[in-house]
């Protein structure tokens, strides 16, 4: 489906975060991560949902970390 990067078939697409993950390992970060909002081109409900779920992870990755 488009816009989607983190199941199979697609899930080879996705080099923003994976390359984003490699730079900054190389600063010397040990600890990265990346949310990945999905279905940003799949309709408003489905664009809505998928939003909101990023955002919780960042909270919550923000919570944990703070």
């Known amino acids: 489906m488009l816009g989607f990067h983190s199941k199979e078939p697609m899930i080879h697409w ?30 408003d409900e489905i664009q809505s949902t998928h939003m909101q779920k990023s955002i919780s992870e960042i909270k919550r990755i923000a919570q944990e970390r703070y």
């Open 14 to 43: 996705e080099h923003a975060i994976s390359l984003a993950k490699i730079e900054i390992q190389f600063m010397g970060f040990s600890d990265v991560r990346g949310i990945l909002a999905e279905g940003m081109s799949a309709g």
